[in-house]
């Protein structure tokens, strides 16, 4: 299958391609189980500034110009996307139009997982993604990820693999900011 995930953050965008291999997991004679047996990455795009229209909003148009732009710079029709995720975060997920976001990327293709990720989501994606609750089951152990994002900061504790407690903080590197004609700090 070909799948896009697409993550819209505080401070950052970014689009993956891959394609997944799935397969029965289950036993002879048990009810199908089917897990992803492999990933191959097709392509990442560069991480991209998420495009803000003031404090309060996403400007919609030029993140939809900008997906649309990655799509294309991987040679991807809309179309022959199977399935994908659309994730969320941090204070994006506050903003007066994150519906609207949902909405227009949501109907790029395949079947979607589009979500607005909250703070244990988040944590847990973060994780995941990192590598520590693959690290923490390998090696039986407990490993803690800290994400650092635009908006927000999250943590997630791994024992063995499983998530046993995550937690957010409402700081990031895009909550304050420097007017630099005034110095002033906002």
């Known amino acids: 299958m070909l799948s896009v995930g697409i993550d819209v953050g505080t401070t950052t965008t970014q689009v993956v391609f891959s394609r997944l291999d799935l397969a029965d997991a289950a036993r002879a004679g048990q009810i199908p189980r089917i897990q992803i047996s492999d990933k191959t990455i097709l392509y990442q795009s560069p991480i991209h500034f998420t495009p803000l229209a003031g404090h309060e909003q996403i400007d919609v148009p030029r993140l939809i ?51 607005v990720a909250g703070p244990n989501l988040e944590s847990m994606i973060a994780g995941r993604g990192s590598g520590a609750a693959a690290y923490s089951q390998k090696h039986f152990s407990r490993v803690t990820n800290v994400d650092i994002g635009g908006g927000s900061a999250n943590s997630a504790l791994f024992d063995t693999g499983k998530l046993i407690c995550a937690a957010a903080m409402n700081y990031g590197g895009r909550i304050l900011e420097i007017d630099h004609a005034s110095g002033a700090v906002t």
């Open 65 to 115: 110009d900008l997906v649309q732009r990655e799509y294309r710079e991987a040679g991807v029709e809309p179309g022959k996307v199977d399935t994908g995720a659309v994730i969320i975060t941090g204070e994006t997920a506050k903003k007066h139009n994150a519906d609207e976001i949902l909405q227009a990327l949501g109907g790029m293709a395949g079947e979607f997982v589009v979500t």
